[in-house]
């Protein structure tokens, strides 16, 4: 079972960046796709961007995030990122990493068995 610890949350103002972190422990992390979903008060969790096992295929996003959002990965330090530019307010939210059960990727919840404990993203306006 792989074991996932986000990083890199915070309080950051309208505009500003974050890059999240995400470190896998175990040694089949280079076999599956990762993503990154959000969970805001009161709202489901929704698909924030997803990645596969190697990195090089084009990863997906949420329309809501596309082209401020990056999402890479380095297979060598078990390790995904989310770096995220020109934060709203409407990002504010805990962002969780998740294990995909495959080497694809696909956006939905249920298709990932392994979540961080997430880490708390908020944005002033």
């Known amino acids: 079972q792989v074991q996932l610890v986000e990083s890199g949350g915070g309080l950051v103002q309208s505009g500003g960046s974050l890059r999240l972190s995400c470190a896998a422990s175990?040694?089949?992390?280079?076999?599956?796709?990762m993503g990154w979903f959000r969970q805001a008060p009161g709202k489901e969790r929704e698909f924030v961007a997803a990645i596969n096992w190697s990195g090089f295929s084009t990863p997906y996003y949420a329309d809501s995030v596309k082209g401020r959002f990056t999402i890479s990965r380095d297979n060598a330090k078990n390790t995904v990122y989310l770096q995220m530019n020109t934060l709203k307010p409407e990002d504010t939210a805990v962002y969780y990493c998740?294990?995909?059960?495959?080497?694809?990727?696909?956006?939905?919840?249920?298709?990932?068995?392994?979540w961080g404990q997430g880490t708390q993203v908020t944005v002033s306006s």
């Open positions: 175990g040694r089949t992390f280079s076999n599956y796709g």
């Open positions: 998740a294990k995909h059960r495959s080497y694809f990727v696909t956006v939905q919840p249920a298709d990932y068995d392994s």
